[in-house]
T-cell receptor, first 114, second 111 residues
Framework: DVKVTQSSRYLVKRTGEKVFLECVQD?????MFWYRQDPGLGLRLIYF???????EKGDIPEGYSVSREKKERFSLILESASTNQTSMYLC????FGAGNEKLFFGSGTQLSVL | GEDVEQSLFLSVREGDSSVINCTYT??????LYWYKQEPGAGLQLLTY?????DMKQDQRLTVLLNKKDKHLSLRIADTQTGDSAIYFC???????????FGKGTTLSVSS
């Protein structure tokens, strides 16, 4: 079975801190995604990557950046965390284009910014 | 842009059928998906339907697609307490590079 592992289940950070959220997948998938999930808003796409060192902005990229130096690892970076970035962050991967392939999700990282 | 709409809550009794509805905007999506999120977990693909199909049945799950009205539904027969979860409808974005999710329907099953 495909496994998508997010390094932290819960994180508490202070406003202004630089925050790294890490995600690793073990099935050699081409595509990786970062979503954030907020009550009443569902899932919103932040960034995705279809290859090493490639990245594409999603619907809400402001305040975030990403890094994909190795195929299996996709990092989400909050350059200067703010309270409105308190959220559940979900990483996902898929083999080819996500339009016609199923996404495999990690368990999520609940980030609180104080 | 693409948009996926679904009602936020549904409450049913154990043994009843549940029907979760979804409307979407992008008719070019080749597949439409239902994902399930159990408490404290990420999303898991529950089922999907090819856009040329009207119906797909998979054990207790029935997916109905009305392409003309851009309406997708998920029926769960004989709903169990273990079906309590958030259900997300999803379609591809126009570029076919990512999935657009609805806000999720929280299904609550009482015994």
């Amino acid at each position: 079975d495909v496994k998508v592992t997010q390094s932290s289940r819960y994180l508490v950070k202070r406003t202004g801190e630089k925050v790294f959220l890490e995600c690793v997948q073990d099935m050699d998938h081409e595509n990786m995604f970062w979503y954030r999930q907020d009550p009443g808003l569902g899932l919103r796409l932040i960034y995705f990557s279809y290859d090493v060192k490639m990245k594409e902005k999603g619907d809400i990229p402001e305040g975030y950046s990403v890094s994909r130096e190795k195929k299996e690892r996709f990092s989400l970076i909050l350059e200067s965390a703010s309270t409105n970035q308190t959220s559940m962050y979900l990483c996902a991967s898929s083999l080819f284009g996500a339009g016609n392939e199923k996404l495999f999700f990690g368990s999520g990282t609940q980030l609180s910014v104080l | 842009g693409e948009d996926v709409e679904q009602s936020l809550f549904l409450s049913v009794r154990e043994g009843d059928s549940s029907v979760i509805n979804c409307t979407y905007t992008d008719s070019s999506s080749t597949y439409l998906y239902w994902y399930k999120q159990e408490p404290g977990a990420g999303l898991q693909l529950l089922t999907y339907i090819f856009s040329n199909m009207d119906m797909k049945q998979d054990q207790r799950l029935t997916v109905l697609l009305n392409k003309k009205d851009k309406h997708l539904s998920l029926r769960i027969a004989d709903t169990q307490t273990g079906d309590s979860a958030i259900y997300f409808c999803a379609e591809s974005n126009q570029a076919g590079t990512a999935l657009i999710f609805g806000k999720g329907t929280t299904l609550s099953v009482s015994s």
